[in-house]
């Protein structure tokens, strides 16, 4: 999670003055706020972003300020005392605000791709220097401007190139209506991660800025206001839950669908994909079926040289949360060095305290090898943290 200070700390006054994310610990209905493009992104919500092990009735219960939230959100010192009592030699980490900035968000000042490249740069600014504190520790993915393909290849070549960040991720959905990731628009970006050598990972936010699941199924109500499209909720329209539980998976296989038989791994071999916090259990039977479906439809098959499985198993990983029970059951169809896990620390859903407890015991009917491959060995592959 941001602190509270990082884009005004970190961007130019002269040119966007009050668009600039800010926190306010008392606006004027009392309530503290993120406001973004001079419009209030996130009232009083903000703290279930950094409330890993808060009681979630507790929560609920009465109002909270976002400098309430665990201080490992934002502090490294925190992170790293942290990882020692979780019993964790690294993390690479991603962001939470920073997440949504898309081309579709009802701000108005966030469908500008140069606004959106001065916050991400500002982001990757501020968690390179987060790392430096711990540097054989602490990684983290790089924030693009993907609305703007070249304006994220910018931005990847500089937050990697110069500041060392170990990835690059984006959204699990297009950022074009009009072209999904298979579209040659996207070719000059997966070239150029390709060309860095870092991976590409695909991660999912509960918002509708994109053409994503959330938004075309209305799984969650548009607001530029995020207390409103992820804390208020009913039977029909849904919320957080709605999102995550169906939205994010169903994001993560389109777009998995697109790289796969779109050919966009069989035109960059090199490059590597994350499949992020959308579980894992729905890749087996995915796989499976694309490979079926290619048979049966070889018309489809004409930009291909191998089966969807097979260039999975080259290039791609998936994110399990540590307690999935379909992680054993499922791993030897994935691939047992295709699986990454993560706790999803500092948000309220983080399994914590007790993140590698709940992963020892989900994995535990597994051989060790594979076992230690799931621990770490796989992440340290997927992210190449060895030549780092």
């Not at 190139?161 to 959905?173: N, P």
């Not at 029909?236 to 050919?263: E, Q, W």
Request: negative net charge; charged residues 25%.
């Amino acid at each position: 999670m941001e602190p509270a200070d990082l884009w005004v700390d970190r961007m130019d006054h002269d040119r966007w003055d009050d668009l600039i994310p800010h926190y306010v610990a008392e606006d004027a209905d009392g309530r503290d706020s993120w406001y973004v493009g001079g419009v209030r992104r996130a009232a009083g919500s903000a703290i279930f972003g950094c409330s890993a092990g808060f009681d979630p009735e507790e929560l609920l219960a009465r109002p909270w300020k976002y400098t309430e939230g665990h201080a490992g959100a934002w502090d490294p010192a925190a992170r790293v005392r942290t990882l020692d009592d979780e019993g964790i030699d690294a993390t690479v980490l991603y962001p939470s605000l920073a997440l949504t900035f898309g081309p579709l968000d009802p701000i108005d000042a966030v469908r500008d791709p140069q606004f959106v490249a001065a916050l991400h740069r500002a982001y990757n600014d501020w968690i390179a220097e987060f790392c430096s504190y711990a540097p054989d520790r602490l990684y983290a993915a790089a924030a693009v401007p993907l609305q703007r393909v070249d304006l994220a290849i910018a931005e990847a070549q500089r937050a990697v190139g110069e500041l060392g960040l170990c990835a690059v991720f984006i959204r699990s959905a297009s950022y074009f209506e009009d072209a999904p990731f298979s579209h040659p628009r996207y070719d000059p970006f997966w070239a150029a991660c390709q060309e860095l050598g870092v991976p590409v990972g695909l991660h999912p936010a509960t918002h509708t800025d994109l053409p994503n699941a959330a938004r075309l199924f209305n799984l969650i109500r548009r607001s530029a206001d995020m207390a409103v499209t992820n804390k208020v909720s009913d039977a029909v329209t849904g919320g957080t839950a709605m999102s995550i539980a169906v939205g994010a998976p169903v994001d993560a296989i389109v777009s998995l669908g697109r790289l796969l038989l779109g050919g966009v791994c069989e035109r960059f071999p090199d490059l590597k994909f994350l499949v992020l916090e959308s579980g894992g259990g729905w890749a087996a039977s995915i796989l499976e079926r694309m490979d079926e479906e290619i048979e049966a439809n070889p018309q489809e098959a004409r930009w291909l040289t191998m089966k969807p499985s097979e260039y999975f198993r080259r290039q791609c990983w998936i994110s399990f949360e540590p307690d999935d029970p379909t992680l054993p059951r499922l791993a030897d169809l994935i691939g047992v060095d295709r699986i990454l896990w993560a706790s999803d620390f500092p948000h309220s859903d983080a399994i914590y305290p007790g993140t590698i407890k709940a992963l020892d015991d989900t994995i535990a009917p597994l051989a060790e090898e594979v076992k230690e491959r799931i621990r770490g060995a796989n992440a340290v592959d997927a992210y190449d943290l060895t030549s780092r």
